[in-house]
DNA sequence: GATATATATTTCAAGCTTAAAGTATCTAGC
DNA sequence: GCTAGATACTTTAAGCTTGAAATATATATC
């Protein structure tokens, strides 16, 4: 019967759900465009090294946004032109390059992020606990199942 | 208390959702690339072209995959160069083009989509119809109050 | 310690994507 | 039927993204 077409039904809601990310997505370019003056390549990587306790390997940058490390690449050169990243050598390794924010860079994005957040929260206010939970567990069934997979 | 802090929750489900869609699209990138030398805004727009009953104007094309209509004549103009889809000028109103797959691009679009739709039902295949009836619930509400605030 | 293999990053070419400007056509209001 | 503004699409410039090749360094094996 039609109840148990599983493949079909995961089909339509992945479908569903790309749409959905990119209309958010959309959104917050957009919001992050007109009122920040910046795009969602440079936000997340900004999001990555104000996170992190210290400066981060290029690899290590590429690995967390799931992006190419070409893309690393081009997305902090293009933020250290504008004065709000730098690339330092690193100590052991001489092949690796360590990316960190400079004070600019920290004080634009601690302005950008608390509004982000804001938005992110008006644009899922319709997602109250029980909604949460609920994606909380299908996105653990999901990394599991991915973790089994890869790493 | 902790449990109550909403804001904080959505913005931590909203990054590890879009992270989980990331991981999945790359999956999906790179099957259509090993397997169909394929990519994938190609085969989104194929995929659109199929489904519609008939021609498809440029515009609906792009309000459909949410992408800007520059976009969407580019990766059809790759697509017409390859001999997969074809442009039409439209009957009454002479501004509008419409899109389409010619016979060529039908019979591609349906061999990769029948491999496709099995890749997506490997990837999910974590999810029952219990976390799908979740999800749906969910994109529901999500889209309800998205059709409230724009269209 | 020389050579082979692996790892970290950058460079490159091609394709993707957007926002804005440009072109062509249509519709409304006069 | 003219004009103003709206609509459909394309073009353009800039930035994003990938996969593969290139470079540099590290590690392992002999």
């Given at each position: 019967?039609?109840?148990?077409?599983?493949?079909?039904?995961?089909?339509?809601?992945?479908?569903?759900?790309?749409?959905?990310?990119?209309?958010?997505?959309?959104?917050?370019?957009?919001?992050?465009?007109?009122?920040?003056?910046?795009?969602?390549?440079?936000?997340?990587?900004?999001?990555?090294?104000y996170r992190a306790t210290g400066p981060m390997k290029m690899s290590e940058l590429s690995r967390q946004l799931l992006v190419s490390?070409?893309?690393?690449?081009?997305?902090?050169?293009?933020?250290?032109?504008?004065?709000?990243?730098?690339?330092?050598?690193?100590?052991?390794?001489?092949?690796?390059?360590?990316?960190?924010?400079?004070?600019?860079?920290?004080?634009?994005?601690?302005?950008?992020a608390s509004e982000h957040r804001g938005e992110v929260d008006r644009l899922f206010s319709m997602l109250g606990h029980e909604e949460?939970?609920?994606?909380?567990?299908?996105?653990?069934?999901?990394?599991?199942?991915?973790?089994?997979?890869?790493?």
């Amino acid at each position: 019967m039609r109840e148990t077409d599983l493949p079909h039904r995961r089909l339509r809601t992945w479908i569903r759900l790309l749409r959905m990310t990119r209309g958010m997505e959309n959104h917050l370019r957009e919001y992050l465009r007109v009122n920040h003056d910046t795009t969602l390549p440079r936000f997340d990587v900004m999001a990555a090294l104000y996170r992190a306790t210290g400066p981060m390997k290029m690899s290590e940058l590429s690995r967390q946004l799931l992006v190419s490390n070409g893309n690393a690449t081009a997305v902090v050169e293009r933020l250290e032109k504008e004065g709000l990243a730098r690339r330092v050598p690193g100590e052991g390794d001489r092949r690796v390059v360590l990316a960190e924010l400079t004070d600019k860079g920290r004080e634009l994005f601690a302005a950008q992020a608390s509004e982000h957040r804001g938005e992110v929260d008006r644009l899922f206010s319709m997602l109250g606990h029980e909604e949460l939970d609920a994606l909380r567990d299908i996105l653990h069934r999901v990394e599991e199942a991915s973790d089994g997979q890869n790493g």
